[in-house]
């Protein structure tokens, strides 16, 4: 697994193609994602692609997912919340029941993300993110190579020890199709009421649930 580390993306994925079955990759489409996404459509390898529609998205997050199509000619699966828990909690609590609490706000991500996907998991051997170790602190000690207990899934982090500039000369180099918010200061993109810009000197990750004081992930990822 050390080998690894001294590999390229697309090396990366080659190796988890050959020692492993039943693989699929999550894309938010954002730049991490992008890349990835780039690797496995280029080099048409079989990975099913597939991202979760929590109903809350930007429409430019929605265009880079056509763009995104229209480039690579390849398809993605869209997973989408259960309808009746949605509408169970939005008769319970409205629309933006987030705002109220942490509790709440957890509530709605469990609910558009992590139900979705458990559906996207099942049978799956190995699930690739685009996880970066300088992402947050929360991630420092993620490993290339993770059991996922929650899920009962590896779980393979191939950008783990990628820096942002690493990804972002990966991504001008190749002409991957990006989502145009990175160009007005959002990083990490989330869901739009879940998402501002940040500014210069503010970590990558202040602008998702930025009325929270530390809390910045939802789930989807498990943190030790």
Request: charged share 30%; aromatic share 12%.
């Amino acid at each position: 697994m050390e080998d690894l580390f001294n590999k390229t993306l697309e090396e990366r994925l080659n190796w988890v193609v050959e020692n492993h079955s039943n693989i699929v990759f999550s894309s938010s489409f954002g730049q991490e994602d992008q890349a990835i996404t780039h690797a496995i459509f280029s080099k048409d390898l079989p990975i099913e692609v597939f991202t979760l529609d929590t109903g809350r998205h930007f429409q430019e997050t929605y265009e880079v997912m056509d763009k995104t199509k229209a480039r690579y000619k390849k398809e993605f699966t869209t997973y989408f919340p259960e309808t009746a828990q949605v509408e169970s909690l939005v008769k319970a609590k409205g629309f933006n029941s987030f705002f109220n609490s942490v509790e709440d706000r957890k509530e709605c991500c469990f609910i558009r993300k992590i139900v979705p996907l458990k559906r996207a998991l099942k049978g799956a051997d190995v699930w690739i993110t685009g996880l970066r170790a300088d992402q947050s602190e929360n991630r420092n000690d993620m490993k290339m190579w993770e059991w996922d207990e929650g899920n009962q899934v590896h779980k393979f982090n191939p950008l783990i020890d990628w820096s942002f500039e690493q990804m972002e000369d990966y991504l001008k180099e190749n002409k991957v199709p990006q989502n145009s918010l990175h160009k007005k200061g959002f990083i990490s993109i989330g869901c739009g009421p879940c998402t501002r810009a940040i500014v210069e000197g503010e970590h990558p990750r202040a602008g998702r649930w930025y009325w929270e004081a530390s809390q910045k992930e939802c789930g989807l990822h498990a943190v030790k």
